[in-house]
Protein backbone atom coordinates (compact mmCIF):
# COMPACT_ATOMS: atom_id res chain seq x y z
CA UNK A 1 0.00 0.00 0.00
CA UNK A 2 1.03 3.61 -0.88
CA UNK A 3 0.18 6.93 1.06
CA UNK A 4 0.94 10.20 0.41
CA UNK A 5 2.06 11.94 3.76
CA UNK A 6 1.65 15.52 2.22
CA UNK A 7 -1.47 17.18 3.64
CA UNK A 8 -3.06 19.52 1.32
CA UNK A 9 -5.66 21.79 2.44
CA UNK A 10 -8.55 21.75 -0.61
CA UNK A 11 -9.86 24.78 -1.66
CA UNK A 12 -12.89 26.01 -0.22
CA UNK A 13 -15.97 25.90 -2.39
CA UNK A 14 -18.42 27.29 0.16
CA UNK A 15 -17.13 29.42 2.51
CA UNK A 16 -14.98 32.38 1.89
CA UNK A 17 -11.14 31.49 1.78
CA UNK A 18 -10.13 33.86 4.28
CA UNK A 19 -13.69 33.58 6.30
CA UNK A 20 -12.78 33.24 10.27
CA UNK A 21 -14.68 32.06 13.01
CA UNK A 22 -15.23 35.16 15.18
CA UNK A 23 -18.96 35.29 16.81
CA UNK A 24 -22.04 33.58 15.90
CA UNK A 25 -23.17 36.48 13.76
CA UNK A 26 -21.15 35.58 10.96
CA UNK A 27 -21.47 32.14 11.35
CA UNK A 28 -25.10 31.91 10.92
CA UNK A 29 -25.90 32.71 7.52
CA UNK A 30 -23.79 29.34 6.33
CA UNK A 31 -26.06 27.24 8.73
CA UNK A 32 -28.82 29.17 7.39
CA UNK A 33 -27.76 28.41 3.75
CA UNK A 34 -27.88 25.16 4.29
CA UNK A 35 -31.05 24.49 6.42
CA UNK A 36 -33.19 26.39 3.82
CA UNK A 37 -31.35 25.13 0.55
CA UNK A 38 -33.77 23.24 -1.70
CA UNK A 39 -32.84 19.95 -2.35
CA UNK A 40 -33.87 18.59 -6.16
CA UNK A 41 -32.43 15.62 -6.82
CA UNK A 42 -29.63 13.19 -5.65
CA UNK A 43 -26.54 16.00 -7.06
CA UNK A 44 -28.39 18.73 -5.17
CA UNK A 45 -27.61 16.46 -1.94
CA UNK A 46 -24.24 15.42 -2.79
CA UNK A 47 -23.10 18.82 -3.15
CA UNK A 48 -25.32 19.74 -0.10
CA UNK A 49 -23.20 17.41 1.70
CA UNK A 50 -20.51 18.46 0.89
CA UNK A 51 -21.14 21.82 1.55
CA UNK A 52 -21.85 20.66 4.78
CA UNK A 53 -18.88 18.45 5.49
CA UNK A 54 -16.79 22.03 4.47
CA UNK A 55 -18.54 24.05 7.06
CA UNK A 56 -18.18 21.73 10.37
CA UNK A 57 -14.49 20.79 9.37
CA UNK A 58 -13.59 25.06 9.29
CA UNK A 59 -15.78 25.28 12.83
CA UNK A 60 -14.37 21.95 14.41
CA UNK A 61 -10.84 22.80 13.35
CA UNK A 62 -11.07 26.23 14.82
CA UNK A 63 -12.61 24.69 18.11
CA UNK A 64 -9.44 22.34 18.38
CA UNK A 65 -7.17 25.28 18.30
CA UNK A 66 -8.96 26.67 20.95
CA UNK A 67 -8.24 24.17 23.16
CA UNK A 68 -4.95 23.26 21.85
CA UNK A 69 -3.92 27.07 22.85
CA UNK A 70 -5.52 26.73 26.40
CA UNK A 71 -3.65 23.08 26.88
CA UNK A 72 -0.36 24.25 26.30
CA UNK A 73 -0.58 27.24 28.39
CA UNK A 74 -3.25 27.18 30.93
CA UNK A 75 -1.98 30.37 32.60
CA UNK A 76 -2.85 32.58 29.68
CA UNK A 77 -6.48 33.83 30.47
CA UNK A 78 -6.86 35.49 27.01
CA UNK A 79 -6.54 31.68 25.39
CA UNK A 80 -8.99 30.72 28.29
CA UNK A 81 -11.38 33.02 27.27
CA UNK A 82 -11.30 32.38 23.93
CA UNK A 83 -12.10 28.68 24.13
CA UNK A 84 -15.12 29.69 26.79
CA UNK A 85 -16.21 32.05 24.12
CA UNK A 86 -16.77 29.29 22.01
CA UNK A 87 -18.66 26.95 24.16
CA UNK A 88 -20.74 29.53 25.41
CA UNK A 89 -21.34 31.54 22.96
CA UNK A 90 -20.91 29.89 19.46
CA UNK A 91 -21.45 26.05 20.23
CA UNK A 92 -24.63 26.50 21.93
CA UNK A 93 -26.18 28.26 18.58
CA UNK A 94 -24.91 25.57 16.32
CA UNK A 95 -26.58 22.70 18.17
CA UNK A 96 -30.38 23.34 17.21
CA UNK A 97 -28.94 23.95 13.34
CA UNK A 98 -26.89 20.56 13.47
CA UNK A 99 -30.19 18.71 14.53
CA UNK A 100 -31.86 20.59 11.79
CA UNK A 101 -29.55 19.43 8.89
CA UNK A 102 -29.36 15.95 10.53
CA UNK A 103 -33.35 15.80 10.08
CA UNK A 104 -33.26 17.44 6.93
CA UNK A 105 -30.62 14.33 5.30
CA UNK A 106 -32.88 11.61 7.05
CA UNK A 107 -36.00 13.22 5.54
CA UNK A 108 -34.69 14.21 2.15
CA UNK A 109 -36.04 11.46 -0.52
CA UNK A 110 -32.99 11.07 -2.15
CA UNK A 111 -30.82 9.98 0.95
CA UNK A 112 -31.74 6.58 -0.01
CA UNK A 113 -30.15 6.98 -3.60
CA UNK A 114 -26.86 7.37 -2.02
CA UNK A 115 -24.41 4.41 -1.76
CA UNK A 116 -26.06 2.58 1.30
CA UNK A 117 -22.58 0.66 1.74
CA UNK A 118 -20.77 4.00 2.02
CA UNK A 119 -23.11 5.66 4.23
CA UNK A 120 -24.68 3.26 6.44
CA UNK A 121 -22.24 4.20 9.53
CA UNK A 122 -23.17 8.01 8.81
CA UNK A 123 -26.67 7.69 8.62
CA UNK A 124 -26.68 5.71 11.53
CA UNK A 125 -25.03 8.30 13.43
CA UNK A 126 -27.20 11.28 12.64
CA UNK A 127 -30.05 8.93 13.18
CA UNK A 128 -28.69 8.10 16.63
CA UNK A 129 -27.88 12.47 17.21
CA UNK A 130 -31.25 13.22 16.53
CA UNK A 131 -33.00 10.76 18.59
CA UNK A 132 -30.29 12.40 21.64
CA UNK A 133 -30.71 16.19 20.57
CA UNK A 134 -32.69 17.67 23.62
CA UNK A 135 -33.06 21.77 23.56
CA UNK A 136 -33.20 21.48 27.23
CA UNK A 137 -29.43 20.05 27.25
CA UNK A 138 -27.86 22.67 25.32
CA UNK A 139 -26.93 25.07 28.28
CA UNK A 140 -26.07 22.00 30.28
CA UNK A 141 -23.53 20.84 27.59
CA UNK A 142 -21.83 24.31 27.43
CA UNK A 143 -20.95 24.39 31.08
CA UNK A 144 -19.89 20.77 31.01
CA UNK A 145 -17.81 21.84 28.32
CA UNK A 146 -16.51 24.61 30.50
CA UNK A 147 -16.15 22.75 33.48
CA UNK A 148 -14.27 19.82 32.12
CA UNK A 149 -11.47 21.94 31.12
CA UNK A 150 -10.80 23.19 35.00
CA UNK A 151 -8.81 19.81 35.18
CA UNK A 152 -6.40 20.87 33.38
CA UNK A 153 -6.34 24.21 35.02
CA UNK A 154 -6.11 22.69 38.27
CA UNK A 155 -3.13 19.80 37.55
CA UNK A 156 -1.16 22.38 35.34
CA UNK A 157 -0.33 24.09 38.75
CA UNK A 158 0.63 20.98 40.53
CA UNK A 159 4.62 21.33 40.73
CA UNK A 160 7.03 19.99 43.83
CA UNK A 161 10.49 21.15 44.88
CA UNK A 162 13.48 18.71 44.63
CA UNK A 163 16.59 20.06 45.81
CA UNK A 164 15.34 23.65 45.45
CA UNK A 165 14.11 23.05 41.82
CA UNK A 166 10.57 23.28 41.00
CA UNK A 167 9.35 20.40 38.68
CA UNK A 168 6.04 19.65 37.60
CA UNK A 169 4.56 16.26 38.34
CA UNK A 170 5.45 14.13 34.98
CA UNK A 171 9.14 15.55 35.18
CA UNK A 172 9.04 14.29 38.99
CA UNK A 173 8.24 11.35 38.23
CA UNK A 174 11.46 10.51 36.56
CA UNK A 175 13.04 10.21 40.07
CA UNK A 176 11.21 7.50 40.69
CA UNK A 177 13.65 5.27 38.51
CA UNK A 178 16.33 6.69 41.04
CA UNK A 179 18.61 3.70 42.52
CA UNK A 180 18.35 5.71 45.81
CA UNK A 181 15.32 4.00 47.72
CA UNK A 182 15.12 7.05 50.24
CA UNK A 183 14.82 9.49 47.40
CA UNK A 184 12.20 7.61 45.40
CA UNK A 185 9.82 7.50 48.72
CA UNK A 186 10.78 10.91 48.95
CA UNK A 187 9.78 12.35 45.89
CA UNK A 188 6.09 9.64 45.80
CA UNK A 189 4.84 11.48 48.77
CA UNK A 190 5.75 14.52 48.08
CA UNK A 191 3.12 14.26 44.29
CA UNK A 192 1.02 12.24 46.62
CA UNK A 193 0.79 15.23 49.03
CA UNK A 194 1.03 17.74 46.00
CA UNK A 195 -1.98 16.08 45.01
CA UNK A 196 -3.92 15.92 48.21
CA UNK A 197 -3.59 19.72 48.20
CA UNK A 198 -6.10 20.03 45.57
CA UNK A 199 -7.98 16.63 46.89
CA UNK A 200 -11.39 19.06 47.43
CA UNK A 201 -11.68 20.98 44.73
CA UNK A 202 -11.17 18.49 42.09
CA UNK A 203 -13.86 16.40 44.75
CA UNK A 204 -16.27 19.31 44.66
CA UNK A 205 -15.65 19.92 40.18
CA UNK A 206 -15.48 16.02 39.47
CA UNK A 207 -19.46 16.09 42.06
CA UNK A 208 -20.81 19.14 39.81
CA UNK A 209 -20.02 17.38 36.48
CA UNK A 210 -21.57 13.94 37.68
CA UNK A 211 -24.67 15.77 38.68
CA UNK A 212 -25.07 17.65 35.55
CA UNK A 213 -24.02 14.67 33.53
CA UNK A 214 -27.19 12.99 35.02
CA UNK A 215 -29.27 15.61 34.26
CA UNK A 216 -28.46 15.20 30.36
CA UNK A 217 -29.02 12.06 30.29
CA UNK A 218 -32.52 12.66 32.30
CA UNK A 219 -33.50 15.17 29.73
CA UNK A 220 -33.02 12.87 26.95
CA UNK A 221 -35.06 10.13 28.47
CA UNK A 222 -32.17 8.04 29.80
CA UNK A 223 -32.39 5.76 33.20
CA UNK A 224 -28.67 6.66 33.93
CA UNK A 225 -25.48 8.74 32.32
CA UNK A 226 -23.84 5.28 31.44
CA UNK A 227 -26.62 4.30 29.24
CA UNK A 228 -26.64 7.55 27.68
CA UNK A 229 -23.07 7.67 27.17
CA UNK A 230 -22.92 4.24 25.49
CA UNK A 231 -25.82 5.73 23.14
CA UNK A 232 -23.56 8.91 22.25
CA UNK A 233 -20.55 7.36 21.90
CA UNK A 234 -21.97 4.89 19.25
CA UNK A 235 -21.74 1.71 21.09
CA UNK A 236 -23.13 -0.27 18.83
CA UNK A 237 -21.55 -3.31 18.91
CA UNK A 238 -20.90 -4.41 22.70
CA UNK A 239 -22.77 -3.55 25.38
CA UNK A 240 -22.23 -3.27 29.36
CA UNK A 241 -22.46 -6.83 29.93
CA UNK A 242 -19.69 -7.15 27.74
CA UNK A 243 -17.49 -4.85 29.83
CA UNK A 244 -18.52 -6.59 33.20
CA UNK A 245 -17.18 -9.99 31.09
CA UNK A 246 -14.04 -8.07 30.27
CA UNK A 247 -13.30 -6.86 33.96
CA UNK A 248 -13.65 -10.47 35.03
CA UNK A 249 -11.31 -11.90 32.37
CA UNK A 250 -8.84 -9.06 33.72
CA UNK A 251 -8.86 -10.64 37.01
CA UNK A 252 -9.00 -14.56 36.03
CA UNK A 253 -6.01 -14.04 33.68
CA UNK A 254 -4.26 -11.12 34.03
CA UNK A 255 -3.67 -10.32 37.63
CA UNK A 256 -1.71 -13.90 38.06
CA UNK A 257 0.41 -12.11 35.47
CA UNK A 258 0.97 -9.17 36.89
CA UNK A 259 1.94 -10.61 40.56
CA UNK A 260 4.73 -12.49 38.35
CA UNK A 261 5.55 -9.62 36.89
CA UNK A 262 5.84 -7.88 40.51
CA UNK A 263 7.63 -10.35 42.04
CA UNK A 264 10.27 -10.68 39.26
CA UNK A 265 10.92 -6.92 40.18
CA UNK A 266 10.78 -7.20 44.04
CA UNK A 267 13.80 -10.29 43.27
CA UNK A 268 15.55 -8.40 40.79
CA UNK A 269 15.65 -5.23 43.32
CA UNK A 270 16.68 -7.34 46.36
CA UNK A 271 13.54 -6.43 48.22
CA UNK A 272 11.72 -7.91 51.30
CA UNK A 273 8.01 -5.97 50.22
CA UNK A 274 7.87 -3.79 46.57
CA UNK A 275 6.36 -0.36 47.14
CA UNK A 276 5.18 1.91 45.28
CA UNK A 277 7.70 3.68 44.91
CA UNK A 278 10.09 0.75 43.38
CA UNK A 279 7.55 0.25 40.17
CA UNK A 280 9.90 1.87 37.86
CA UNK A 281 13.45 1.36 39.53
CA UNK A 282 16.21 -0.65 38.58
CA UNK A 283 18.74 -2.37 41.07
CA UNK A 284 21.92 -0.32 41.89
CA UNK A 285 24.61 -0.02 38.99
CA UNK A 286 21.67 -0.19 36.41
CA UNK A 287 21.45 3.35 35.43
CA UNK A 288 17.77 4.23 34.70
CA UNK A 289 16.89 3.98 30.74
CA UNK A 290 17.47 7.67 29.17
CA UNK A 291 16.04 7.37 25.54
CA UNK A 292 16.56 11.38 25.22
CA UNK A 293 17.46 14.59 26.43
CA UNK A 294 14.86 17.34 24.72
CA UNK A 295 11.36 16.80 22.58
CA UNK A 296 13.36 18.10 19.70
CA UNK A 297 15.68 14.66 20.38
CA UNK A 298 12.47 12.64 20.98
CA UNK A 299 10.85 13.70 17.46
CA UNK A 300 14.34 13.40 16.07
CA UNK A 301 14.57 9.93 16.67
CA UNK A 302 10.81 9.19 16.49
CA UNK A 303 10.79 9.93 12.93
CA UNK A 304 14.40 7.85 12.31
CA UNK A 305 12.34 5.05 14.12
CA UNK A 306 9.56 5.28 12.29
CA UNK A 307 11.04 5.30 8.84
CA UNK A 308 12.83 2.23 9.00
CA UNK A 309 9.19 0.86 10.08
CA UNK A 310 7.50 2.50 6.70
CA UNK A 311 8.77 5.60 5.58
CA UNK A 312 5.33 6.81 4.99
CA UNK A 313 5.18 6.92 8.85
CA UNK A 314 8.28 9.06 8.93
CA UNK A 315 6.44 11.56 6.60
CA UNK A 316 3.42 12.28 8.68
CA UNK A 317 5.95 13.84 11.37
CA UNK A 318 7.98 15.81 9.20
CA UNK A 319 4.49 17.14 7.59
CA UNK A 320 4.06 17.73 10.94
CA UNK A 321 7.02 19.26 12.41
CA UNK A 322 6.86 21.85 9.40
CA UNK A 323 3.29 23.00 10.11
CA UNK A 324 4.70 23.15 13.76
CA UNK A 325 2.10 21.18 15.20
CA UNK A 326 4.08 19.46 18.03
CA UNK A 327 4.32 20.94 21.55
CA UNK A 328 6.39 17.86 23.46
CA UNK A 329 8.17 19.11 26.39
CA UNK A 330 6.63 19.31 30.34
CA UNK A 331 6.49 23.04 31.58
CA UNK A 332 4.90 24.74 34.57
CA UNK A 333 1.83 26.30 33.77
CA UNK A 334 1.44 22.92 31.03
CA UNK A 335 -2.06 20.83 31.02
CA UNK A 336 -1.23 17.34 32.21
CA UNK A 337 -1.05 14.55 29.69
CA UNK A 338 -0.73 13.82 25.80
CA UNK A 339 -3.05 13.93 23.04
CA UNK A 340 -3.46 13.63 19.20
CA UNK A 341 -5.56 16.37 18.03
CA UNK A 342 -6.89 15.82 14.75
CA UNK A 343 -7.74 19.00 12.45
CA UNK A 344 -10.71 18.07 9.96
CA UNK A 345 -9.60 21.11 7.73
CA UNK A 346 -6.09 21.45 7.32
CA UNK A 347 -5.52 17.74 7.71
CA UNK A 348 -2.25 17.49 9.79
CA UNK A 349 -3.02 16.88 13.30
CA UNK A 350 -1.29 18.47 16.98
CA UNK A 351 0.40 16.32 18.83
CA UNK A 352 0.68 17.27 22.90
CA UNK A 353 2.43 15.75 25.46
CA UNK A 354 4.60 16.66 28.86
CA UNK A 355 8.18 14.69 27.98
CA UNK A 356 10.35 14.60 30.31
CA UNK A 357 13.18 12.36 29.46
CA UNK A 358 11.39 8.80 30.53
CA UNK A 359 10.85 5.55 28.83
CA UNK A 360 7.28 5.94 29.07
CA UNK A 361 7.39 8.94 26.83
CA UNK A 362 8.86 7.25 23.92
CA UNK A 363 5.59 5.10 24.66
CA UNK A 364 3.48 8.52 24.37
CA UNK A 365 5.10 9.65 21.44
CA UNK A 366 5.15 6.86 19.07
CA UNK A 367 1.30 6.33 20.70
CA UNK A 368 0.46 9.32 19.56
CA UNK A 369 2.53 9.26 16.63
CA UNK A 370 0.06 6.48 15.38
CA UNK A 371 -2.84 8.22 16.06
CA UNK A 372 -1.50 10.82 14.01
CA UNK A 373 -1.27 8.09 10.74
CA UNK A 374 -4.59 7.27 11.59
CA UNK A 375 -5.64 11.09 11.21
CA UNK A 376 -3.33 11.33 7.66
CA UNK A 377 -4.81 8.30 6.28
CA UNK A 378 -8.33 8.54 7.25
CA UNK A 379 -8.24 12.72 5.94
CA UNK A 380 -8.60 11.72 1.86
CA UNK A 381 -12.00 10.47 2.72
CA UNK A 382 -14.74 12.42 1.45
CA UNK A 383 -16.65 13.63 4.31
CA UNK A 384 -15.77 14.90 7.57
CA UNK A 385 -18.06 13.09 8.74
CA UNK A 386 -16.46 10.01 7.63
CA UNK A 387 -13.10 11.08 9.37
CA UNK A 388 -14.60 10.30 12.34
CA UNK A 389 -13.66 6.95 13.66
CA UNK A 390 -14.47 4.53 16.64
CA UNK A 391 -12.66 4.82 19.65
CA UNK A 392 -11.97 1.57 19.70
CA UNK A 393 -9.92 1.23 16.31
CA UNK A 394 -8.38 4.73 16.93
CA UNK A 395 -6.87 2.77 20.07
CA UNK A 396 -5.64 0.05 18.33
CA UNK A 397 -4.03 2.57 15.53
CA UNK A 398 -1.97 4.00 18.95
CA UNK A 399 -1.35 1.20 20.94
CA UNK A 400 -0.34 -1.17 17.21
CA UNK A 401 2.67 1.24 16.89
CA UNK A 402 3.80 0.98 20.32
CA UNK A 403 4.37 -2.70 19.49
CA UNK A 404 5.41 -2.59 15.64
CA UNK A 405 8.21 0.34 16.69
CA UNK A 406 9.97 -1.70 19.41
CA UNK A 407 11.59 -3.34 16.33
CA UNK A 408 13.73 -0.35 15.89
CA UNK A 409 14.15 0.99 19.16
CA UNK A 410 17.88 0.82 19.05
CA UNK A 411 17.83 4.56 17.89
CA UNK A 412 16.79 5.20 21.12
CA UNK A 413 19.34 3.25 22.66
CA UNK A 414 23.02 2.91 22.61
CA UNK A 415 23.69 -0.76 23.54
CA UNK A 416 21.54 -4.26 23.73
CA UNK A 417 20.78 -3.90 27.49
CA UNK A 418 19.41 -0.77 27.70
CA UNK A 419 17.30 -1.93 24.31
CA UNK A 420 16.25 -5.37 26.19
CA UNK A 421 15.02 -3.53 29.15
CA UNK A 422 13.19 -0.88 27.23
CA UNK A 423 11.18 -3.73 25.30
CA UNK A 424 10.51 -5.57 28.63
CA UNK A 425 9.31 -2.33 30.23
CA UNK A 426 6.83 -2.41 27.12
CA UNK A 427 5.39 -5.64 27.01
CA UNK A 428 5.32 -5.21 31.00
CA UNK A 429 2.67 -2.38 30.79
CA UNK A 430 0.58 -4.02 27.85
CA UNK A 431 0.04 -6.32 30.85
CA UNK A 432 0.07 -4.10 33.43
CA UNK A 433 -2.63 -1.66 32.33
CA UNK A 434 -5.55 -3.96 31.79
CA UNK A 435 -6.09 -3.95 35.71
CA UNK A 436 -6.19 -0.22 35.67
CA UNK A 437 -8.57 0.14 32.76
CA UNK A 438 -10.77 -2.41 34.16
CA UNK A 439 -10.58 -0.49 37.45
CA UNK A 440 -11.10 2.89 35.87
CA UNK A 441 -14.38 1.56 33.63
CA UNK A 442 -16.22 -0.44 36.59
CA UNK A 443 -15.42 2.85 38.86
CA UNK A 444 -17.51 5.09 35.94
CA UNK A 445 -20.25 2.57 35.47
CA UNK A 446 -20.52 3.06 39.48
CA UNK A 447 -20.59 6.96 39.76
CA UNK A 448 -23.52 6.96 36.83
CA UNK A 449 -25.35 4.45 38.35
CA UNK A 450 -25.17 5.60 41.53
CA UNK A 451 -25.19 9.57 40.29
CA UNK A 452 -26.26 10.32 44.25
CA UNK A 453 -23.79 9.01 45.95
CA UNK A 454 -21.42 11.21 48.33
CA UNK A 455 -17.87 11.80 48.47
CA UNK A 456 -17.42 9.19 51.40
CA UNK A 457 -19.44 6.81 49.30
CA UNK A 458 -17.18 7.59 46.36
CA UNK A 459 -13.68 7.46 47.83
CA UNK A 460 -14.78 3.96 49.61
CA UNK A 461 -16.43 2.37 46.43
CA UNK A 462 -13.12 3.22 44.73
CA UNK A 463 -10.97 1.76 47.19
CA UNK A 464 -13.08 -1.32 47.01
CA UNK A 465 -12.80 -1.88 43.43
CA UNK A 466 -9.10 -0.78 43.14
CA UNK A 467 -8.46 -4.00 45.66
CA UNK A 468 -10.55 -6.20 43.65
CA UNK A 469 -8.06 -5.56 40.67
CA UNK A 470 -5.40 -5.14 43.06
CA UNK A 471 -2.38 -7.96 42.59
CA UNK A 472 -1.61 -7.80 46.07
CA UNK A 473 2.25 -8.25 45.34
CA UNK A 474 3.18 -4.52 45.84
CA UNK A 475 2.78 -3.24 49.41
CA UNK A 476 0.44 -0.04 50.13
CA UNK A 477 0.47 -0.13 54.14
CA UNK A 478 0.41 3.16 55.22
CA UNK A 479 -0.70 4.77 51.83
CA UNK A 480 -4.25 4.58 52.45
CA UNK A 481 -4.76 8.05 52.09
CA UNK A 482 -3.19 8.66 48.98
CA UNK A 483 -5.34 5.37 47.42
CA UNK A 484 -8.64 6.87 48.08
CA UNK A 485 -7.30 9.72 46.11
CA UNK A 486 -5.66 7.53 43.26
CA UNK A 487 -8.75 8.01 41.16
CA UNK A 488 -8.09 11.47 40.56
CA UNK A 489 -5.17 12.04 38.51
CA UNK A 490 -7.31 10.08 35.59
CA UNK A 491 -7.94 13.19 33.68
CA UNK A 492 -10.56 10.95 31.40
CA UNK A 493 -12.67 11.02 34.49
CA UNK A 494 -13.10 14.45 34.25
CA UNK A 495 -12.62 15.38 30.69
CA UNK A 496 -13.90 12.64 28.29
CA UNK A 497 -16.23 10.75 30.52
CA UNK A 498 -16.96 6.84 30.54
CA UNK A 499 -13.72 6.64 27.76
CA UNK A 500 -11.79 4.06 28.71
CA UNK A 501 -12.62 0.61 28.15
CA UNK A 502 -11.93 1.50 24.66
CA UNK A 503 -7.87 1.28 25.83
CA UNK A 504 -8.73 -2.33 27.10
CA UNK A 505 -10.73 -3.46 23.79
CA UNK A 506 -8.00 -1.55 21.44
CA UNK A 507 -5.07 -3.36 23.50
CA UNK A 508 -6.21 -6.48 22.68
CA UNK A 509 -6.61 -5.34 19.05
CA UNK A 510 -2.94 -4.21 19.29
CA UNK A 511 -1.55 -7.76 20.54
CA UNK A 512 -3.40 -9.28 17.87
CA UNK A 513 -1.81 -7.00 15.09
CA UNK A 514 1.67 -7.35 16.62
CA UNK A 515 0.86 -11.35 16.39
CA UNK A 516 0.96 -10.99 13.02
CA UNK A 517 3.73 -8.69 12.72
CA UNK A 518 5.66 -11.06 14.17
CA UNK A 519 4.84 -13.66 11.40
CA UNK A 520 4.98 -11.00 8.41
CA UNK A 521 5.65 -7.49 8.75
CA UNK A 522 5.07 -6.24 5.55
CA UNK A 523 1.30 -8.23 5.91
CA UNK A 524 0.49 -6.61 9.29
CA UNK A 525 1.15 -3.20 7.92
CA UNK A 526 -0.40 -3.29 5.06
CA UNK A 527 -3.61 -4.34 7.20
CA UNK A 528 -2.75 -1.84 9.64
CA UNK A 529 -2.84 0.86 6.74
CA UNK A 530 -6.06 -0.40 4.89
CA UNK A 531 -8.10 -0.35 8.14
CA UNK A 532 -7.03 2.93 9.53
CA UNK A 533 -7.42 4.56 5.65
CA UNK A 534 -11.27 3.59 6.01
CA UNK A 535 -11.71 6.20 8.91
CA UNK A 536 -15.21 5.74 10.09
CA UNK A 537 -17.49 4.22 6.93
CA UNK A 538 -17.54 0.62 8.10
CA UNK A 539 -18.69 -0.58 11.40
CA UNK A 540 -16.17 -1.28 14.10
CA UNK A 541 -16.30 -5.37 13.33
CA UNK A 542 -15.83 -4.57 9.94
CA UNK A 543 -12.43 -2.14 10.67
CA UNK A 544 -11.06 -5.00 12.56
CA UNK A 545 -11.97 -7.71 9.89
CA UNK A 546 -9.88 -5.25 7.73
CA UNK A 547 -7.03 -5.57 9.81
CA UNK A 548 -6.93 -9.03 9.88
CA UNK A 549 -8.46 -9.09 13.68
CA UNK A 550 -11.61 -10.31 15.38
CA UNK A 551 -13.22 -8.30 17.47
CA UNK A 552 -13.79 -9.99 20.69
CA UNK A 553 -12.80 -9.44 23.81
CA UNK A 554 -14.06 -12.62 25.65
CA UNK A 555 -11.91 -14.43 28.67
CA UNK A 556 -10.66 -16.69 25.87
CA UNK A 557 -9.41 -14.60 23.58
CA UNK A 558 -7.90 -12.56 26.44
CA UNK A 559 -6.42 -15.71 28.09
CA UNK A 560 -4.82 -16.26 24.31
CA UNK A 561 -3.22 -12.47 24.03
CA UNK A 562 -1.35 -12.37 27.36
CA UNK A 563 -0.08 -15.96 27.27
CA UNK A 564 1.64 -14.67 23.68
CA UNK A 565 2.47 -11.83 25.65
CA UNK A 566 3.82 -13.45 28.69
CA UNK A 567 6.18 -15.83 26.07
CA UNK A 568 7.58 -12.67 24.42
CA UNK A 569 8.51 -11.16 27.71
CA UNK A 570 9.93 -14.47 28.82
CA UNK A 571 12.47 -14.29 25.23
CA UNK A 572 13.82 -10.91 26.42
CA UNK A 573 14.71 -12.41 29.69
CA UNK A 574 16.72 -14.98 28.44
Known amino acids: ?43 DLEKWLLDMSELEAVVSEDACWRQIRMTCDTENKALEEAFVFFVTEIQPKIQPFADALNRKLVECPFTNDL ?80 RLQDKDALNDLFTTLVQKRDAVAKNAGFENYRDYKFKELGRFDYTKEDCFRFHEAVKQHVLPLVNEINEHKRQKLGLDTLRPWDLEAEPDGVKPLNPFKSGKELLSKTIECFEKLRPFFADCLRTMEDMKRLDLDSRIGKAPGGYNCPLAETGAPFIFM ?16 GHAIHSFLAHPLELAAFKEYPMEIAEVASMSM ?149 FDFSPAYIQQLMQFTKQEMDMLKR
Open 1 to 43: MTNSATIEKKPRHFLPEDFTVTTWEALEPWFKNLAERKINNRA
Open 115 to 194: DQATFFTYLRGVKKSIELFREDNIPLQSELSVLQQQYGVIAGKMTIEIDGKQYTLQQAGKFLESHDRALRESVYRKINER
Open 354 to 369: NAAGQMSDVTTMVHEG
Open 402 to 550: ELFSMEHWQVFFDNEEDLLRAKQHQLERAITIFPWIATIDKFQHWIYENPQHTVQQRLDKWVEILNEFSSGSVDFSGLEEYRKYGWQRQLHLFEVPLYYIEYGIAQLGAIGLWMQFKKDKEVALDNYMRALSLGGTKTLPELYTAAGLS
